[in-house]
C-alpha cells in the first residue's frame, strides 16, 4: 500500500465501511457556455468564471459558494441523530475548498487537502475565479491552514491540475476568458508554506504528504483513533460521478439565477444602509455625513494607497503651440517608481498674475492626453474627444489632460489582478496621482485653487464618478459616456451593453453592488455641482437605465435645495463629447464670462 493517490485513498476508506458522498462542485472547467440565447452570444468563458464575473460586483465568490454547499452537507450529517466524525476531502479545486470550508467551520473533524495548498502570491497569474478581494493582506494558505488547528489536516504535495485559460476560441464563440493558468508549486515551495502554517500555529496537526505517502499513513493521519485498516484488494471498484453535462448545466443555471436575483436585493440594500441615513435638512450635516461615507468608500471599495510622499519634482516641455494655446508636457513624482503625466493648455491671453479655473479633461479606454487635444478629424480620438481639452483652453480655460494607465490590454489589467488581492484597485493608484496633481495644480500662480473641475469621457467617466467622490478638491464633476445603472450593467446577464459578455474582465469591483451605485457615487460629489453628458446612441447604456439611476441624483439635490447644482444633458448621437451643455455648465460654475 504505497501507493498514496486519490484513488487509493477512496479504496481504502470504502472497505473500511466509511460513508463517502461526492459533493457535485463547479469544478468543471468546461467552455463556450453561452447563457445569453436572447442575443446568441457565445464565449470561451469557463463556468467557474462566468459564475465570478457575476457575483464579484455584489460580494459574493464561487468560493463562498462552493463553501457553503460542502457546509451545507455538513449541517445535515450533523443533524442525524448519531453524528459521525466527518473529513472533507478535496484534489485541485476541490482542495481549495476542504481548506477553506474547514477553515471557517470547526465541526470539520479532519481535512484532506491534495493539489492545492502552496504559496499564493502569484495568485493574479491563476484563473480569475480565484481573485479574492483582500486575501493577501490576511491570508496566504499556511494562515487558512493555521485556522483549522489543532485539527488534523493533510496537504499533499501532489495531483496539482495543469491548466491554461487563454483568450482563444474557436469560430463563432467570443474570445474574453480571463487568462490564467494553474500549475504544480515547487517542492521548497510547498514546505515552506507548511513551515509557516506550523509555525502560526504551534502544536498543529499538519502532514504534508507527498505522491508516495502511504495510504495508510495518511488515514491513519486524519482518523488516529481506528486501530487498523484492511488492505485493498487489486480488484476494487472505484464509483465514477457519472460526468452529465445536464448535471452540470443545471448546477451553473442554478449559480446564476440566484446571482441575478440578488441585483434586486442588493438596491434594497444600498437604500437601507445608504439613502435611508442620509441628512437632508442642512447641508452642513450632510457634509459631516457623507465625510464619513467618502472614507468608506476610498478605504474599503476603491482602496486607498498611502499619500503621495515624494517631492512633487515637476518637469515640464512644450510640445505644441496653436494660435490660441500653448501645449506643455508635465511630469509629477507620486511615489517610489510611479510618476503622474498629462498635457496642460494655456490659453496665450492668459495675464502675468491672472488666475482662471482649471478644467481636468480625462481621456478613456486606450487614450493619451494628446487624443484630447487633437483636431485631426482623420484620427479615431477625434471623434471621441473632439478636441474638447482645447476647445476648453481656446474659451480660456487653462485645462490639464491627465495620463491614467488604463491603457495596453493586458497590461494595466493585469495590474488591477495584482492590485485586488492586496485590497487595492486600479483607482487606489490612479486617486493617489490625481491628489498629486491637485497639488500641483493648486500651487500655480495662474490658476484658481477652489475652481478645479473634473471632465471625463467612457473610462474618463469612470473616473469622474470615482476620483472627484474621493477627492473633495475637485470643485465639480462631468461624466459623459458612462454613467449607468453601473451594478446592473455589470453583473445583469439580460442587457445587450452588460459586461458579463466581453473582454473587459478586470471591470468588476467587489462587493460595489451592495455600497456604492453611480447615484451613490454623486451623492459623495454633492453638494458640488454634478453633470451628465449622455448621447441617446450611446452604446454603453440605454437612456432608460441611465435616467433610472440619474433620477436618484436628481431627487437628492432637490431634497437638499440644490437642484440647479445637476444636470442631464441628452443629444442625439454616440460615444462622445459633445460639449454644449457641458461648457455651459462649467463657465456658470467656475465662474469664467468668455
Not at 445583469?492 to 468588476?508: A, G, Q, R
Amino acid at each position: 500500500d504505497a501507493d498514496g493517490s486519490p484513488e487509493a485513498l477512496l479504496d481504502a476508506t470504502l472497505l473500511s465501511g466509511a460513508v463517502e458522498v461526492v459533493i457535485p462542485a463547479l469544478v468543471s472547467r468546461g467552455t463556450e457556455f453561452s447563457t445569453n440565447e436572447k442575443f446568441n452570444v457565445r464565449t470561451n468563458v469557463p463556468h467557474r468564471e462566468w459564475i465570478y464575473r457575476q457575483s464579484y460586483e455584489l460580494g459574493r465568490h464561487p468560493i463562498g459558494y462552493e463553501v457553503q454547499t460542502a457546509l451545507a452537507l455538513l449541517d445535515w450529517f450533523k443533524a442525524q441523530p448519531e453524528p459521525l466524525p466527518l473529513i472533507l476531502a478535496g484534489i485541485g479545486e476541490g482542495g481549495m475548498i476542504a481548506l477553506h470550508a474547514a477553515a471557517v467551520d470547526e465541526r470539520i473533524d479532519a481535512v484532506y487537502s491534495a493539489g492545492y495548498f502552496g504559496p499564493r502570491e502569484q495568485v493574479w497569474q491563476e484563473p480569475i475565479e480565484r481573485n479574492v478581494f483582500g486575501l493577501l493582506r490576511d491570508f496566504g494558505d499556511a494562515e487558512l491552514a493555521s485556522l483549522i488547528a489543532p485539527r488534523s489536516l493533510v496537504l499533499q504535495h501532489a495531483f496539482y491540475p495543469s491548466h491554461e485559460v487563454k483568450m482563444e476560441a474557436a469560430k463563432g464563440v467570443r474570445a474574453i476568458a480571463a487568462p490564467g493558468k494553474l500549475s504544480m508549486p515547487e517542492s521548497s515551495a510547498f514546505e515552506a508554506e507548511v513551515a509557516r502554517a506550523r509555525e502560526l500555529a504551534p502544536g498543529s496537526r499538519i502532514l504534508a504528504a507527498t505522491e508516495r505517502t502511504p495510504t495508510r499513513q495518511i488515514l491513519r493521519h486524519l482518523l488516529p483513533r481506528v486501530v487498523e485498516w484492511p488492505k485493498a484488494p487489486q480488484d476494487v471498484e472505484v464509483p465514477d460521478l457519472p460526468g452529465d453535462p445536464a448535471r452540470q448545466k443545471r448546477l451553473v443555471r442554478g449559480l446564476e439565477t440566484f446571482t441575478q436575483r440578488l441585483l434586486v436585493s442588493t438596491e434594497m440594500e444600498r437604500k437601507a444602509q445608504f439613502w435611508d441615513r442620509l441628512p437632508l435638512k442642512s447641508l452642513p450635516e450632510y457634509e459631516a455625513h457623507t465625510a464619513r461615507e467618502r472614507e468608506r468608500f476610498w478605504n474599503e471599495v476603491i482602496g486607498r494607497l498611502p499619500d503621495p510622499d515624494l517631492p512633487i519634482h515637476a518637469r515640464s516641455r512644450l510640445v505644441r503651440e496653436t494660435e490660441l494655446v500653448s501645449l506643455h508636457e508635465v511630469t509629477l513624482d507620486v511615489w517610489q517608481d510611479v510618476f503622474a503625466w498629462g498635457w496642460l493648455g494655456l490659453p496665450k491671453d492668459l495675464k502675468e498674475g491672472e488666475k482662471r479655473p482649471v478644467v481636468v479633461c480625462q481621456h478613456g479606454l486606450e487614450g493619451i492626453p494628446e487624443d484630447t487635444f487633437t483636431t485631426d478629424a482623420t484620427q479615431r480620438a477625434f471623434g471621441a474627444y473632439q478636441a474638447f481639452a482645447l476647445r476648453l483652453a481656446e474659451q480660456g480655460f487653462v485645462t490639464f489632460a491627465p495620463h491614467n494607465p488604463y491603457r495596453g490590454m493586458h497590461s494595466f489589467r493585469t495590474l488591477q489582478r495584482k492590485l485586488n488581492p492586496l485590497g487595492l484597485t486600479l483607482y487606489s493608484v490612479i486617486n493617489g496621482q490625481h491628489q498629486r496633481i491637485l497639488e500641483w495644480l493648486k500651487a500655480q500662480p495662474f490658476t484658481r485653487p477652489d475652481k478645479i473641475a473634473f471632465y471625463g469621457l467612457s473610462y474618463g467617466g469612470k473616473s469622474a464618478m470615482r476620483t472627484p467622490a474621493v477627492l473633495p478638491d475637485y470643485s465639480l464633476s462631468i461624466c459623459s459616456g458612462d454613467f449607468n445603472e453601473w451594478v446592473r450593467k455589470c453583473v445583469s446577464t439580460d442587457m445587450p451593453m452588460n459586461y458579463t459578455h466581453t473582454h473587459e474582465y478586470e471591470i468588476w469591483e467587489w462587493n460595489l453592488g451592495r455600497t456604492f451605485n453611480y447615484a451613490e457615487m454623486a451623492a459623495l460629489i454633492a453638494p458640488r455641482p454634478f453633470m451628465v453628458e449622455r448621447g441617446h446612441n450611446d452604446g454603453v447604456g440605454s437612456d432608460e437605465w441611465v435616467n433610472y439611476e440619474y433620477a436618484k441624483v436628481r431627487r437628492l439635490y432637490n431634497k437638499l435645495g440644490i437642484g440647479e447644482r445637476t444636470v442631464i444633458e441628452h443629444f442625439d448621437a454616440g460615444h462622445m463629447i459633445h460639449g454644449v451643455g457641458t461648457f455651459r455648465f462649467l463657465k456658470e460654475w467656475l465662474g469664467l464670462g468668455k
